[in-house]
């Protein structure tokens, strides 16, 4: 297989089947598939309604490290894994969340996998795919249009101007949004006030579209929005703009699961994708759903490393979802491990073993918090090129000394025949029947209660320190019936800590929170540790630049 | 025909054809369509590209007397007469704009025809179809994203950010965002400075996908377009950010024609939607190209009254593309040529045979204009069940008079049996060859005098008032090489005047210009009389809160 080829050159040469094909592996009808183009569809509500009776499959999550710039391929392995259940003889489906628009113009590659192992057609779904995240923008803008509308024609819901939470989005990296003052100009334009966007991933109609079971559950979620607060305090809803029907009928399609297919031609669904710090970051409900109805196994992620994503996916997702994970998987890499140890960006192409050895507690750590959700966990080494023999011994050596197992995976490189020793492996894990999955909190734990939860159990604080207007914030909403709800951690990914640089496994620190937000239509609070950026920006010399057709009319630069 | 079927029930109720049907018609091969569901299809740019050499068939314009809120069914009468040139046994398609999502939410209806002229599916059509809109709104944000980036990173181009006149588009009605104060919030956010948002459809990129030619072409004119300008006063192009390479790929799919049916299963081309104001506001130079190869009639339409909307389509869009239209048909109603007579909306119920004919005046220059472009005229009565036969007979006389023929078609109750006079009317005088089209003025003509000249034919003034700035800022452009652009007049739809209180044909009126803007990607110089609305308001209680599915989960309120 010809190597140093480009993510795009290689998803360029795929050879594709027509997406009806793919459906009709998984037994969906071609009337209940709605094309677009020839490699892409979306499921209909009918057929996913009518699948509720039938038995689940297997549900496996593909977690990492913690992210460091070396990369850890969590995509790449999840799409890696699906293809490798597929060869040997299982019948598995990946889901993985769709990629946001703006950041391609920036400085990060797709977001489909990589390599050999790659969802395709990568260029649509990395830009507008099916349209979903466009949706999502104009659901969410319609609202606030709806908002300033309401207080413009004489605002009888009393709504405090300077109380309006809902914000814009926009599916772009632009920093000159994200504070702005809005409704100058005069009498007609409005009454003017501070207001900003955020990036339509960061928006909580992407969260509930991923948490919502059907149109009607979305519809009502979608009311339950909190846009902001009257001169007395009390709460205004999406619901009493009559914001949330319309909203629905915006959403309508994009609620409907994306399918398309691997590099090897296995079937993918491509859905939803919230952001993993203000939001639980994870693929559809009604994706993973509809994928445990068609297949044996299903593969997914989450995002950003365990201690966010994992919990997220496992307090959030899986316990609001009544999902039931059967085996994670948590990805590392050697490199991403000797960051971890305290190597530098520029030395990682020097065998260091000892700092990969002390990188092995970040991943430890992973490993150990996962197993208090009751889910049994193998290692995913994703393997470079410049990996030693010794490196990854080291590596192997000090899972084994956890009870647990990691295997090399060349998928990257070879496709589903370099990763066929981790199917195995996960096969064997889902079928022993070992997993004894729990949230790490129960929902009637009091708010404060469950952040001291995490804090202490994933990770490893010593103390979370809150100030009294948080805290009082926090039992206004539990006497409002709010209590019962899990809640969603804004934290650096790059650390256990709130601390961005400080790697591997530090404990006895302390977790600051900031700010508490109620997104009480996905329903979870979310709670803000440090500076969490909503709206990125673009780097000096962006993507964008070099971006351009070829004389084919091909896209050039994407990737 | 059962009556009073709302526009919705009627499109719900269609039997559509599998769209590779409908473009098999056509000789489009299946493997040149992408399907987006099973009854809407984007036509490979490999295909348009391949018609080049075939002969065209004939172009028929369908164009309106000014509008009024009493309404003329321009859109509808285009798919009637399409319908109708079908049934007698022609191969005819029609090239119509597609809607803006934003007005759906405020007062407007649909755009998609109307009664048993229409094309469907018209709630995809009205929504967010194959997602054209969403494209360019992406493209257009992206190039706004980059000039503030730009600045950010330090300015090396050295604008001035007080004239940056590259503002932000949704395609939401939200007048909050007319004017706003961007880049708050301190240093990471960059500099502080005025802008604000139009909607989509007033987007310079609207109107330059709909004139490129290929995406060859797009990429130049989007490279073209004048972000803002130095300290120095020289102007700052998107080519200088190096975004129209990325803006190009942002709109690969949307370049592509979207072929639909009519409620009779002919082919429709629904591409692009300006404004028709400040932009030229007629579907794009692809779709009409395309049609013309396939069909042997092409039915088209253009925005507003013929004064603004014909002589735009005649003056910008043929011109620049080399179409030449054959025959042109003016719809009128007897309740908007009474409301020109003087009628009052709530009084249009009766019979007023002096009012249709004091109104008639309108549509008498309307036919004198648009024979000034040597394109044979028809007037069509789009007929409304309380028009009375003394009405109708008085609209005919006084079209009889002008030398033409007025024909009432009854296609909105009936469809194509409706309309079938009409359409063997068309035939007629396309078949005649006594179209001698040519633009109104010339290229080489200095800009004020082509200003001059649309005024005094056209609009009947006597007298165009233009500042010295402005005259300045003509003749500047000119010594840089843009005099030989057409202009595209910026003027209220409901007069020849500018005042939008002067029905019937005023006379001896003065057009005073306000300001002028260079569109030098589209190719055109926009001259701006009077106020300009680009970014809409929702009223006071929007259409959206009324929106919503019903529990079969179909669209209600939309219409």
């Given at each position: 297989m010809a190597e140093y080829k480009t993510d795009i050159e290689i998803a360029r040469a795929a050879v594709k089947k027509p997406i009806y094909e793919i459906g009709d592996r998984l037994g969906i009808p071609a009337a209940q598939l709605s094309p677009y183009g020839h490699d892409k569809a979306k499921i209909s509500a009918e057929f996913t309604t009518a699948q509720a009776g039938k038995p689940d499959g297997k549900l496996i999550l593909v977690t990492a490290i913690n992210p460091t710039p070396?990369?850890?391929?969590k995509t790449t392995t999840t799409v890696g894994l699906g293809d490798g259940l597929n060869r040997i003889g299982k019948k598995a489906v990946i889901c993985v969340r769709e990629p946001s628009l703006g950041p391609c113009f920036g400085v990060k590659g797709g977001a489909?996998?990589?390599?050999?192992?790659q969802v395709v057609p990568m260029e649509d779904i990395n830009l507008h795919f099916t349209g979903d995240f466009h949706a999502i923008t104009a659901a969410h803008n319609l609202l606030s249009a709806m908002i300033d509308n309401h207080i413009y024609w004489g605002n009888a819901l009393d709504i405090d101007v300077r109380r309006v939470t809902w914000r814009r989005v926009m599916d772009m990296n632009d920093r000159a949004l994200r504070e702005i003052v809005a409704s100058l100009g005069g009498i007609s334009n409005g009454f003017p006030r501070e207001s900003g966007f955020d990036i339509t991933v960061a928006s909580e109609v992407m969260a509930i579209l991923c948490l919502a079971s059907d149109l009607q559950d979305l519809e009502e979620r979608l009311g339950n929005i909190i846009i902001g607060y009257r001169f007395d305090k009390t709460a205004v809803f999406a619901r009493d703009l009559k914001a949330d029907g319309a909203m629905a009928v915006l959403l309508k399609d994009a609620m409907q699961p994306n399918l398309v297919q691997t590099l090897e031609n296995n079937p993918a669904l491509v859905h939803g994708g919230p952001f993993a710090n203000i939001a639980h970051g994870c693929n559809s409900v009604i994706a993973t759903r509809t994928a445990l109805k068609l297949a044996d196994y299903v593969v997914t992620e989450a995002g950003f490393g365990a201690d966010l994503g994992a919990e997220k996916f496992f307090d959030i997702k899986c316990r609001k979802a009544g999902l039931k994970p059967d085996a994670a998987v948590i990805v590392a890499t050697v490199r991403a491990l000797k960051m971890n140890g305290g190597v530098g960006k520029g030395d990682l192409g020097r065998e260091d073993v000892g700092a990969v050895t002390r990188g092995c507690s970040n991943l430890g750590r992973h490993v150990a918090n996962v197993r208090k959700f009751g889910v049994p966990v193998v290692v995913a080494i994703?393997?470079?090129?410049?990996?030693?023999d010794a490196e990854v011994q080291a590596v192997k050596a000090y899972v084994a000394h956890l009870g647990a197992e990691a295997i090399v995976c060349r998928h990257w490189a070879e496709g589903s025949v370099g990763i066929e020793e981790l199917a195995w492996k996960v096969v064997e894990m889902a079928e022993s029947g070992d997993a004894r999955f729990a949230p790490?909190?129960?929902?009637?734990?009091?708010l404060i209660e469950k952040i001291e939860e995490v804090a202490a159990q994933i990770y490893h604080a010593s103390e979370v320190s809150v100030p009294k207007t948080v805290r009082d914030q926090l039992k206004v909403w539990e006497e409002q019936g709010y209590g019962h709800l899990p809640v969603c951690i804004a934290k650096?990914?790059?650390?256990?800590?709130?601390?961005?640089?400080?790697?591997g496994a530090p404990e006895g620190h302390v977790v600051s929170v900031r700010e508490v937000r109620l997104s009480a239509g996905a329903g979870f609070v979310v709670v803000i540790t440090g500076e969490i950026m909503t709206m990125p920006g673009l780097p000096k010399s962006p993507a964008a630049e070099r971006i351009h057709l070829n004389e084919e009319g091909a896209i050039e630069g994407l990737f």
């Amino acid at each position: 297989m010809a190597e140093y080829k480009t993510d795009i050159e290689i998803a360029r040469a795929a050879v594709k089947k027509p997406i009806y094909e793919i459906g009709d592996r998984l037994g969906i009808p071609a009337a209940q598939l709605s094309p677009y183009g020839h490699d892409k569809a979306k499921i209909s509500a009918e057929f996913t309604t009518a699948q509720a009776g039938k038995p689940d499959g297997k549900l496996i999550l593909v977690t990492a490290i913690n992210p460091t710039p070396a990369g850890e391929g969590k995509t790449t392995t999840t799409v890696g894994l699906g293809d490798g259940l597929n060869r040997i003889g299982k019948k598995a489906v990946i889901c993985v969340r769709e990629p946001s628009l703006g950041p391609c113009f920036g400085v990060k590659g797709g977001a489909a996998g990589g390599g050999y192992a790659q969802v395709v057609p990568m260029e649509d779904i990395n830009l507008h795919f099916t349209g979903d995240f466009h949706a999502i923008t104009a659901a969410h803008n319609l609202l606030s249009a709806m908002i300033d509308n309401h207080i413009y024609w004489g605002n009888a819901l009393d709504i405090d101007v300077r109380r309006v939470t809902w914000r814009r989005v926009m599916d772009m990296n632009d920093r000159a949004l994200r504070e702005i003052v809005a409704s100058l100009g005069g009498i007609s334009n409005g009454f003017p006030r501070e207001s900003g966007f955020d990036i339509t991933v960061a928006s909580e109609v992407m969260a509930i579209l991923c948490l919502a079971s059907d149109l009607q559950d979305l519809e009502e979620r979608l009311g339950n929005i909190i846009i902001g607060y009257r001169f007395d305090k009390t709460a205004v809803f999406a619901r009493d703009l009559k914001a949330d029907g319309a909203m629905a009928v915006l959403l309508k399609d994009a609620m409907q699961p994306n399918l398309v297919q691997t590099l090897e031609n296995n079937p993918a669904l491509v859905h939803g994708g919230p952001f993993a710090n203000i939001a639980h970051g994870c693929n559809s409900v009604i994706a993973t759903r509809t994928a445990l109805k068609l297949a044996d196994y299903v593969v997914t992620e989450a995002g950003f490393g365990a201690d966010l994503g994992a919990e997220k996916f496992f307090d959030i997702k899986c316990r609001k979802a009544g999902l039931k994970p059967d085996a994670a998987v948590i990805v590392a890499t050697v490199r991403a491990l000797k960051m971890n140890g305290g190597v530098g960006k520029g030395d990682l192409g020097r065998e260091d073993v000892g700092a990969v050895t002390r990188g092995c507690s970040n991943l430890g750590r992973h490993v150990a918090n996962v197993r208090k959700f009751g889910v049994p966990v193998v290692v995913a080494i994703n393997h470079f090129v410049s990996d030693t023999d010794a490196e990854v011994q080291a590596v192997k050596a000090y899972v084994a000394h956890l009870g647990a197992e990691a295997i090399v995976c060349r998928h990257w490189a070879e496709g589903s025949v370099g990763i066929e020793e981790l199917a195995w492996k996960v096969v064997e894990m889902a079928e022993s029947g070992d997993a004894r999955f729990a949230p790490i909190y129960p929902d009637a734990m009091p708010l404060i209660e469950k952040i001291e939860e995490v804090a202490a159990q994933i990770y490893h604080a010593s103390e979370v320190s809150v100030p009294k207007t948080v805290r009082d914030q926090l039992k206004v909403w539990e006497e409002q019936g709010y209590g019962h709800l899990p809640v969603c951690i804004a934290k650096t990914q790059y650390s256990f800590s709130t601390d961005p640089n400080l790697r591997g496994a530090p404990e006895g620190h302390v977790v600051s929170v900031r700010e508490v937000r109620l997104s009480a239509g996905a329903g979870f609070v979310v709670v803000i540790t440090g500076e969490i950026m909503t709206m990125p920006g673009l780097p000096k010399s962006p993507a964008a630049e070099r971006i351009h057709l070829n004389e084919e009319g091909a896209i050039e630069g994407l990737f």
